[in-house]
């Protein structure tokens, strides 16, 4: 249980960190003020899109499955970028084009990619040195 909360709070953590990036890059009506002053407002943006990633995504990806199959997993890019431009939106302060969260959905899909495999090879190296 601890393990699976301080993979959480990584993730978070990263999460935040690259919508922070990103607001940076393509963001659309915040104030430099929100942006240099309050961390914690990308906090709460990361936690956003935390969540609708565990609860909303695997609806979304559901209901448009016949969408994905027919495009070849490609409409999983639009999937993505809608949870960024959800999160983002529910957010106080911070807005993006869905343009440029299709973009931010893919890096931090990235992102996430890499982490999982870390966290994957970690885990099977600490199994492998216990037997």
Same mark, same amino acid.
Do not use: C, H
């Given at each position: 249980?601890?393990?699976?909360?301080? +993979?959480?709070?990584?993730?978070?953590?990263? &999460?935040?960190?690259?919508?922070?990036?990103?607001?940076?890059?393509?963001? #659309?009506?915040?104030?430099?003020?929100?942006?240099?002053?309050?961390?914690?407002?990308?906090?709460?943006?990361?936690?956003?899109?935390?969540?609708? &990633?565990?609860?909303?995504?695997?609806?979304? +990806?559901?209901? %448009?499955?016949?969408?994905?199959?027919?495009?070849?997993?490609?409409?999983?890019?639009? +999937?993505?970028?809608?949870?960024?431009?959800?999160?983002?939106?529910?957010?106080?302060?911070?807005?993006? #084009?869905?343009?440029? %969260?299709?973009? #931010?959905?893919?890096?931090? %899909?990235?992102? &996430?990619?890499?982490? &999982?495999?870390?966290?994957?090879?970690?885990?099977? #190296?600490?199994?492998?040195?216990?037997?």
């Amino acid at each position: 249980m601890k393990k699976q909360f301080t +993979v959480f709070l990584f993730r978070w953590l990263l &999460n935040s960190f690259g919508l922070w990036l990103f607001v940076r890059l393509f963001g #659309t009506g915040y104030s430099d003020e929100l942006i240099n002053s309050s961390a914690w407002v990308f906090l709460l943006a990361g936690l956003i899109f935390s969540v609708v &990633n565990a609860i909303l995504r695997p609806i979304v +990806v559901i209901l %448009s499955l016949p969408a994905i199959l027919l495009t070849l997993g490609l409409f999983t890019l639009i +999937v993505n970028g809608l949870m960024v431009y959800v999160s983002l939106s529910l957010a106080p302060g911070l807005k993006m #084009t869905f343009v440029y %969260s299709i973009l #931010t959905g893919i890096v931090l %899909s990235l992102l &996430n990619y890499i982490v &999982n495999s870390l966290i994957e090879s970690r885990r099977e #190296t600490l199994q492998g040195e216990k037997q």
